[in-house]
């Protein structure tokens, strides 16, 4: 009587009891312990002690094996789709990315916010950085600048923006006026040539026959 090993003791095969996922798999011969395929996830490992998602969406298998935490109702993950698909503790925090991500207090060790008129207030995974008065926080620049600047910039951009299109719809049109224009000539001298063609030819064919007479 054939007796499916994966029920007792999963086989002696991985599994992830969190995920569902096991490397058990029952055959006619007798147990198989081999990484699967979940949802469309790859997972790689000798099948016994480990296995391990790999390639694109192992983040979506319990974050790749890596760390991860939740806090109002914000999550951050330490699993890389991409690179070299290692555990590494996202921006703001820091670890082995496997079992611990802290949080990196940017105020206190003063890696960012730190213009004369900023006041740094460190969150989980990032900070806020305020400007004193009427100032705006630039935080690719780590500096405070006026707000009057930041308008004055976007509408010289904004002017930019409709003198460039101009110049393009400028330069579409003269060139299709080039071409309706070289077609226009085209056409009217093809016309000059066709009512004097005609007449060319005619004047060449008394003078063949003339020519024949007088042999």
Not at 96 to 115: L, P, S, Y
């Amino acid at each position: 009587m054939e007796t499916n090993e994966c029920l007792n003791d999963n086989g002696g095969c991985w599994q992830d009891k969190a995920a569902n996922v096991t490397a058990c798999r029952d055959t006619f011969r007798g147990r198989v312990c081999e990484c699967p395929t979940f949802n469309g996830v790859q997972f790689k490992g000798d099948g016994y002690s480990n296995c391990e998602p790999a390639g694109p969406g192992k983040c979506l298998i319990n974050h790749g094996g890596c760390w991860h935490e939740t806090r109002n109702g914000k999550t951050f993950s330490a699993c890389q789709e991409s690179g070299n698909g290692k555990c590494q503790c996202p921006a703001g925090f820091r670890g082995d990315g496997v079992k611990k991500c802290e949080d990196i207090n940017e105020c206190k060790e003063k890696k960012a916010c730190q213009c004369r008129e900023c006041s740094c207030r460190d969150t989980w995974g990032d900070y806020e950085c305020t400007c004193s008065g009427d100032l705006l926080y630039i935080k690719e620049h780590d500096t405070c600048i006026s707000k009057t600047a930041v308008q004055g910039k976007a509408a010289w951009a904004a002017v930019w923006g409709i003198l460039i299109v101009l110049v393009v719809v400028a330069a579409g049109s003269y060139v299709v006026y080039k071409y309706r224009l070289r077609s226009y000539m085209d056409s009217e001298i093809r016309a000059i040539m066709a009512q004097y063609m005609p007449l060319d030819s005619q004047g060449e064919v008394p003078n063949h026959t003339n020519d024949e007479e007088h042999h």
